[in-house]
């Protein structure tokens, strides 16, 4: 693995997964690495489909998760230290049969290593409320996924 490149890895780059469990870091954003090519951006978040919370009752949009994720670091040293503010997209993906919502805590556009488990704790704080009928293994959905741009 060597330095991450001036060059920008904006094609998508099959050489690397979709997605990577917690433990499996990525690399920095366009490092290269050898006989793969660029790393492309990933994002750590839950993936979770509209059906796995009551929506209804519980919105959350990226205003809502970052002011609950603000309410659960108050008062904590990572409130001055945290490189990233969590945010909300359904648009990580090109694929128009995806729906699903992605609660992003980190990318690896810094250091993936920099992310501590308070900080999943906190932002854990912050996601809305599990359907009481549906089963969500939320350390499960928890990874790092990869940005797709076509």
Partial sequence: MSQPSSRSSSVPNPNF????????????????????????????????????YDYQTDTVDS?????????????????RSMTIAPFVSSILHADPQDSSVYFIVATNTRDPGSFKEDDIEYAQRALPKIHPHRRVELDAVFRWYKLYIP
Avoid: C, N, V
């Fill in 17 to 52: 997964p979709i997605s990577l469990a917690f433990e499996q870091k990525p690399p920095l954003r366009d490092t290269e690495i050898e006989g793969r090519g660029l790393t492309p951006t990933y994002y750590l978040a839950w993936r979770l489909e509209m059906e796995d």
């Fill in 63 to 79: 205003d809502e998760f970052r002011e609950r994720w603000l309410q659960a670091i108050q008062g904590t040293r990572r409130a």
